[in-house]
């Protein structure tokens, strides 16, 4: 599994931006494919997330504002940020969940920052 994930940058506060993440590796099946991010000095936190059923879950401080999709036969996920604030500023790192071991695979993160 490698993750390669693209987007992210500067964005004025109210703006839109749209991150992908591609996995260029092999695997049979993934259990789910996802966003979280990190801010300094604070833990990890799921954004939002696709599941094996096709369903999504996203953080409450996201909902009605971003959109997860996603190609499971390319291996691909996209997070589309509208309406984003000052505090989506963060790394957000894409995720692999894998189906038969329920190993976790990281992207190497990209920077979101949202300034007024």
């Known amino acids: 599994v490698q993750l390669q994930a693209s987007g992210g940058g500067l964005v004025q506060t109210g703006g839109s931006l749209g991150l992908s993440c591609v996995n260029t590796?092999?695997?049979?099946?993934?259990?789910?494919m996802g966003w979280y991010r990190q801010t300094p000095g604070k833990e990890r936190e799921l954004v939002a997330r696709?599941?094996?059923?096709?369903?999504?879950n996203y953080a409450d401080f996201v909902k009605g504002r971003f959109t997860i999709s996603g190609d499971s036969a390319q291996n691909t996920v996209y997070l589309q940020m509208s309406s984003l604030r000052s505090e989506d500023t963060a790394v957000y790192y894409c995720?692999?969940?894998?189906?038969?071991?329920?190993?976790?695979?990281w992207g190497q993160g990209t920077v979101v920052t949202v300034f007024s």
């Open positions: 995720h692999l969940n894998i189906w038969a071991t329920r190993k976790n695979y």
């Open positions: 590796g092999t695997i049979a099946r993934i259990n789910r």
């Open positions: 696709i599941n094996s059923d096709g369903s999504t």
